[in-house]
């Protein structure tokens, strides 16, 4: 899949890039039709010209919006088109409305300009996307003479911004924070407008912290009251970044050291690509274990932090006639261990491991869980009894995670280690789930809920340290050109910010594929394009590449292919599909 600037699959530090990932590349081939592969509109916003003499209202309205996009001096061409007063009064920087131009032009009369167009969703003073579909959203401009000249008399709340402007005239940038361990990165998408970002706005942004929501289930090792201690973030010409903070840092001891390092690496790399980083403390070296004699660290000595876990395979895997089977693009192998050579119990679903040697499975009408290895021949081991389970999920540390939809207290999130099981109910779930995955850095779980045909798509945070705690619902409005997405069906991740979901505009339309960023600001149809009975979808988190496949109501295989094609399988009897992580 050739990805635009858009989605970009995160930060791959200088030193940890690999080969893409490789998908099968023969077989029948369904051509489909994919908004994704077409490049994204280019990021250069030209100046802005102030009001011209005696211009229309259209002219007006017009330059005022696109003068929007540029914030320089305050945004001070944009207060040219306002009178006075309102020029005065406007606070650009309290929200940007995103809206959908698309068949949506404004209507301008000589005393109005009424902007009549879907809301999708806004962006707040930090610069999080919150998605909030508002179909008949409308705001009059209020045109008014100053003189004999027009003016814009009511700016409303903050700028506006159609979808198409908005990835024309700013960037995302990933700010990472820590796990609830402290041991690994979770990045969370943050908007800057294009003339804006640089790394010091980009290491400003890392210190001001994570959102309201996210934050109980996560971690940083940047101190209250930390700063900049310089008055700007240099990189030099070997791509090393220099990062001068205040005192406070003086305080951590060396693993909240190297996961410090680890954020600023990590977030500062996500627009350029770095060699490495220099940590100082007011202007003096600043000690980082794993750093050289030079004082500056790799990203090589900070790989445990990455926020994916890359799998050893991007092969997709399948149970077919109750065995376990790698589908390779010279067919179809045995995974190796009991499971390939068949099992006295009935599969529903799969999930391996990120090296390939663990299987979760659930099984028996999807009232047991199981695990088992395909690098031995030793029997399944039973790990926990439910009343239906969903797809079992193994994350890098071998913890096994399952959603058991129909308990006795409701539906709750089963979390299996060595020595233990806890279970957390789902609580706040408006309705009883049908599909979850946990996302690759292990801080929010992406839940279906609802009935097939209606249904809609939101995350728990997971959270807790030693104790799960699982909380904070909140729905995630997936708003595609066609429309809302009503009955969504399945869900994966593809990257720390990015799902994959298989969905429909309501229960009388075919499902597809879509790419659906965590904070809904981007979604992208995948198709298939016709109506292939999609009912389940399998996605490897990776920074390599795209790796996606999806199952039919008839047991067939499909996996996607670059240049927006879907590969189909000839493989019979399949009742559950899966990669490694």
Partial sequence: MKLTRRTVLGFVPIG???????????????????????????????APDPPAADATPELILAGFLTACLVPTDNYAVARQFLTPRASTAWVPSAAVNVYDSD????VVTDSSALLRAPLLGTIDVRGYYTADYKPDFQHDFSLVKVGDQWRINSP????????YELHRAYSILRVHCLNRWGTGLVPQQVFMPNRRLSPTTAAQALLRGTSPWL?????????????????????????????????QIGALHDDQRRALAA??????GDQTRLGGLRLEQQGRPFAVPGAGADGVIRASALASFAPVVEATRSDAYVVAAGKLSRLLPSGVVTAGGVLSAGWDHEVQSISLSTDGTTV???????????????????????????????????????????????????????????????????????AAPLAARLSPAGERLAVIAGTPGSSKLGFFRVGGNPELVVDGWRTLTVVSSQGVLGAVQDVGWISATRMVVLAALDASSPAEVFLVDVDGSEVESLGPGIDMSLRGIAALPSTNGVAICALTSGGTVLVYQEGARWLRHDVNEVSAISYQG
């Fill in 16 to 46: 940890l890039m690999s080969g893409c990932a490789q998908v099968p590349s023969s077989g029948p081939v369904l051509e489909v039709s994919n908004p994704a592969a077409s490049p994204a509109p280019g990021g250069v916003v030209v």
């Fill in 156 to 163: 409303g709340q903050g700028i506006f911004v159609s979808r």
């Fill in 103 to 106: 068949s949506h032009p404004p």
């Fill in 263 to 268: 954020q600023f690496l990590w977030t500062l």
């Fill in 360 to 430: 979760a499975l659930v099984t028996d009408g999807s009232s047991r869980l199981f695990t088992a290895r395909t690098d031995t021949n030793a029997a399944p081991t039973r790990l926990a009894d439910g009343t239906e389970f969903l797809r079992p999920q193994l994350d890098p540390s071998g913890r096994i995670w399952v959603v058991d939809r129909a308990g006795e207290a409701g539906a709750s999130l089963v979390v299996v280690t060595a020595d233990r099981v806890e279970r957390a109910i789902l609580a706040g779930l408006p």
């Fill in 215 to 247: 934050r109980p289930a996560v971690t940083t090792a940047v101190i209250d009251g930390t700063t900049l201690a310089a008055p700007a973030v240099t990189i030099d010409s070997q791509g090393v970044a220099e990062v001068s903070l205040s005192a």
